[in-house]
């Protein structure tokens, strides 16, 4: 059976399944993990609204929750905010959560903020969940915005799943867990110093992704994809927007139909598989790799200062043994050049 535990935390105080554990001297209060049938009514207690150029912003405290043995995937999801994903020394996973209210004096914004909060689920797969109650402030309506810090425990391994619907998900120097997916919808995503393999998606908005070891696959509609020192297998695919990648150590997908693709690695460690329709393919790669090259355009002559050979609309070749291949297509510029 699962537990559930719906938290509402508010300075050096929390209210766990809406039962208040005050921490006096000791620092902030633990959350007590409670079944369905604990839950009694209770009123948040929130601290004083500190004006800020995004909003009336309220800190509703830390959460702290142990994940269970069994526990095999951390869920995180929001609306309106932002999730900053981490990596700490403890063994338990925490949570800090902050509201901002804009457009509203400060008691209407704190009367906002008191319906908002962090549900938890535990079971084999730990939900972390940011609620809020929608508000009219003017013409405008709408949700407040919820910013969601996830520290996770040293040594989890389980899989890890974080989704937004508005705004940005940022996770850095994370390591032993199990496969990563990051999804928002309108936002960022930025990922930086992960072990792991990774999957990214936006649909209006950038993607970023440094210094990951694993699998990379990252995919948009509008925006534009980086991605640099990656060590597995790396896919990038966009609808409308550019993709650039710099150093990756295995094989590389890369496709959209409106942008530009620049790759540029002074290792080729797997087959090179880049397209566009509307747009250029620039690639750098050194002269001493072991590819086989097939690039073609529709309108344009490829270049290059490699001893490939260039017919027309299409460049091919071999470099040292021909072990990778190296197939770009493009309807406008193709480039195949040494590294600097």
């Known amino acids: ?50 004006a800020t150029a995004a909003g009336i912003s309220f800190d509703l405290g830390t959460t702290r929750i142990k994940p269970g043995s069994g526990t095999q995937t951390v869920r995180i999801a929001n609306v309106n905010g932002t999730i900053d994903i981490k990596q700490g020394g403890g063994r338990e996973l925490e949570v800090h959560t902050e509201v901002i209210v804009k457009n509203l004096g400060k008691e209407e914004a704190k009367a906002v903020a008191e319906q908002a909060g962090l549900n938890v689920e535990e079971g084999k797969v730990l939900d972390l ?13 709408g949700n407040p915005s919820i910013h969601l810090t996830v520290t996770l425990p040293k040594g989890l391994s389980s899989r890890l799943e974080a989704k937004l619907t508005n705004g940005n998900i940022d996770l850095s120097k994370v390591t032993g867990t199990g496969p990563i997916e990051l999804e928002t919808v309108n ?16 649909n209006n908005g950038e993607i970023s992704v440094s210094e990951a ?17 990656i060590g597995g297998a790396l896919e990038l695919e966009a609808t409308n927007g550019n993709l650039s990648v710099e150093e990756a150590a295995s094989s590389i997908e890369a496709h959209t139909v409106t942008g530009n693709v620049e790759v540029e690695s002074a290792k080729v460690g797997g087959d090179w598989k880049v397209s566009t329709t509307v747009g250029n393919v620039d690639l750098a790669l050194p002269e001493k790799a072991n590819v086989q090259v097939d690039g073609k355009t529709m309108f344009a002559k490829p270049k290059t200062d490699l001893p490939l050979t260039v017919s027309l609309n299409r460049i091919s070749g071999k470099l040292g043994k021909g072990t990778y291949l190296i197939d770009a297509a493009s309807m406008a510029g193709l480039s195949l050049m040494k590294m600097d």
């Open 1 to 50: 059976m699962k537990n559930k535990l719906k938290v509402v935390l508010a300075g050096v105080g929390l209210v766990a399944g809406v039962v208040a554990a005050g921490c006096g001297n000791a620092g902030p209060a633990q959350a007590r993990h409670l079944i369905e049938s604990d839950a009694v009514a209770a009123e948040p207690v929130l601290g004083e609204g500190v």
């Open 129 to 141: 969940e940011a609620y809020s109650e929608p508000y009219t402030a003017g013409a405008m309506h």
């Open 213 to 229: 070891k694993g699998a990379v696959r990252a995919s948009l509609v509008n925006g534009n994809i980086e991605a640099g020192r």
């Open 187 to 202: 936002g960022n995503v930025n990922v930086q110093q992960v072990d792991g393999a990774v999957t990214l998606e936006t």
